[in-house]
C-alpha cells in the first residue's frame, strides 16, 4: 500500500479541495440548516463541471501552442542566425556581385556607427522596394559548389538539429 509520500502533489491537492469543499458545505448546513438549498446548487455547479473544464482545456492547449510556437521562433532565429553567421552572410555577397543593378545602390549600403534609428529605417524601405536580381549565367557554380560542400558537415548538422528540435516538439 502507499503512503502519502509517494501519492502526488496532484491528488494530495485534489483531496484538500475536495475536503475543503465538504467542510464548507457543513459550515453552510451548519447556519442556515437548509439541506435542500446545497443539494440543488451543489447539483448546479457539479452540472457546470464540464463546461468548465472544456473551458480550460480550450485555454491551457492555446496557451501549450503558443509556448510551443514561440520556442520554434527561437530555434528558427537560431538556426537563421548560425547560417549567416557560418555561410549565408558570404552567399549573399558572393551573389550580390551578380546583381547587374547593385551599382545602384552600394554606396547606400555603407553603413557606418554614426548612423541614426531614422537612416535604417530609410534603407530598410529601399531594400523592401529594391528589386533584387542575380545575372546566373555569370555566376561560378563550380564556385558556389565547392563552396557550399566545404560548408556540408555545417549544414547537415544545422539542418539535421532543426528537424529533431522541430520533430521532438511537435506533439503526437
Known sequence: MKNMKSVGWEIRFGLFLVLLSALLYLLHYAIFRDSHHIFIYMLGHIAFVPI???LVALILQRLLDMREKHAMLNKLDMV???FFS???GDLLAYFSEYDPKLDKIRKELVITDKWSDQEFVDLSKRLKNYDYRVDIQN?????LRNSLVGHRNFLLRLLHDFRVSEFCCQPN
Open 80 to 82: 537563421i542566425g548560425a
Open 86 to 88: 557560418e555561410v549565408g
Open 52 to 54: 468548465a473544464v472544456l
Open 139 to 143: 555566376v561560378d557554380l563550380e564556385y
